[in-house]
């Protein structure tokens, strides 16, 4: 028997907490209990709080995953659509597709091109300031307080991400200082650094691993 074979016939029972120690592993932890969020609220603090009220504490290497939406809503990037006056071209297309006009109109004034366009089927794919091809310029209405508001992408994910980023490190720094333990990290003399954080479209101090995700139908 070959060492790949002995690998192959192991079984759980064999495995010990010392041999899974140090096993690489990915995890993937929530984070519960935050409100709903709104303008100007320090999203950021409240993430570290929440994480650490949980007992999961932002940790050295870990990397923080924030929806688009609850930073839009932070940034104060909603719309009420009572105050969009929709062009004839928006009214046209909206009619064709059975849309609200004023959110066609906002979908076109958020992107820089129509990448596709079918009002029969509703459809209309766009380019957004940021470069990024998507349905409807990014913007959303599901989720969001009030009728008719509708959440805009952030104006600038990576600096969305960018300033999370101290806010987070800010956080952390902050609850150590009531810590005998340190948080570890490979700069000598800086703490709170080793946390990377992706903002949907944004992000800071990480390399992207997967820019594109395809579905297979089975």
């Given amino acids: 028997m070959g060492a790949s074979d002995s690998l192959t016939t192991k079984h759980l029972g064999d495995i010990t907490p010392d041999m899974t120690n140090n096993v690489p592993q990915v995890r993937f932890i929530g984070v519960v209990g935050l409100p709903e969020i709104a303008e100007h609220d320090d999203l950021a603090t409240m993430i570290v709080n929440a994480a650490n009220a949980q007992g999961t504490p932002l940790e050295h290497g870990d990397i923080l995953v924030v929806t688009q939406k609850v930073?839009?809503?932070?940034?104060?990037?909603?719309?009420?659509?009572?105050?969009?006056?929709?062009?004839?071209?928006a009214r046209r297309f909206a009619k064709s597709a059975g849309r609200d006009s004023r959110l066609v109109e906002l979908v076109l004034r958020e992107s820089v091109a129509v990448v596709k366009m079918e009002p029969e089927r509703g459809i209309l794919i766009?380019?957004?300031?940021?470069?990024?091809?998507?349905?409807?310029?990014?913007i959303d209405s599901?989720?969001?307080?009030g009728e008719g508001v509708v959440?805009?992408?952030?104006?600038?994910?990576?600096?969305?991400?960018?300033?999370?980023?101290?806010?987070?490190?800010?956080g952390r720094n902050s609850?150590?200082?009531?810590?005998?333990s340190p948080i570890p990290s490979d700069e000598?003399?800086?703490?709170a650094t080793s946390t990377s954080l992706l903002v949907s479209r944004g992000w800071s101090r990480s390399s992207i691993i997967v820019d594109r995700l395809t579905y297979m139908p089975r």
């Fill in 71 to 89: 930073v839009s809503k932070a940034e104060g990037r909603t719309v009420d659509l009572s105050t969009v006056d929709p062009s004839d071209f």
């Fill in 142 to 145: 599901s989720n969001v307080d």
């Fill in 188 to 191: 000598p003399g800086e703490r």
């Fill in 126 to 138: 766009t380019e957004t300031r940021h470069g990024f091809v998507c349905a409807n310029s990014g």
């Fill in 151 to 170: 959440t805009l992408l952030p104006e600038d994910p990576d600096r969305s991400a960018q300033q999370m980023m101290e806010r987070v490190k800010a």
């Fill in 175 to 180: 609850a150590n200082s009531q810590s005998s």
